[in-house]
């Protein structure tokens, strides 16, 4: 039973690390389209939320295919933007509470890693959850990861 907790545990952390490398790629993709929205409009704060809301649709194809192996599905899709508005929300919260007490660059790190982590729990839970493939005698279920 050890091998077999030891090779899910490290297939759990396989999974994690195509996170970080598919959502680094998603950055870049999503800063880009950040950048070139605000050289048109001049306007920060709109230019960021349009960002994220272009790169979203890029994110989720990326990460249900490379990072959890799933084919999009509309419940997937409906799930992830969900997960996507509640990451979003805790980033805005989490850098309005940390302002008064850090510097800017240091509270949009906070948001950033807080966004990250609230992202990455709700697609292994919510969006693509793996099933457990059932043996004789027994039903699927599903598994948090």
């Not at 997937?76 to 509470?97: D, P, R």
């Not at 099933?131 to 598994?143: I, N």
Request: overall charge positive; hydrophobic content about 45%; some cysteine.
């Amino acid at each position: 039973m050890r091998p077999l907790r030891r090779l899910l545990r490290s297939l759990r952390r396989a999974r994690l690390h195509r996170f970080v490398l598919v959502g680094s790629l998603n950055t870049l993709v999503g800063y880009g389209c950040i950048l070139m929205l605000q050289a048109i409009s001049h306007n920060p704060v709109l230019s960021n939320l349009l960002g994220y809301g272009l790169s979203a649709g890029f994110s989720y194809l990326t990460h249900s295919r490379l990072t959890f192996g799933h084919s999009p599905s509309s419940r997937s899709a409906g799930a992830y933007l969900a997960v996507l508005v509640a990451s979003y929300a805790i980033n805005l919260a989490v850098l309005k509470l940390s302002l008064p007490w850090l510097s800017p660059v240091a509270a949009q790190g906070l948001a950033v890693l807080s966004f990250a982590a609230v992202s990455y729990l709700g697609q292994v839970w919510l969006v693509f959850p793996q099933r457990r493939r059932s043996g004789p005698g027994e039903d699927a279920t599903d598994a948090a990861g």
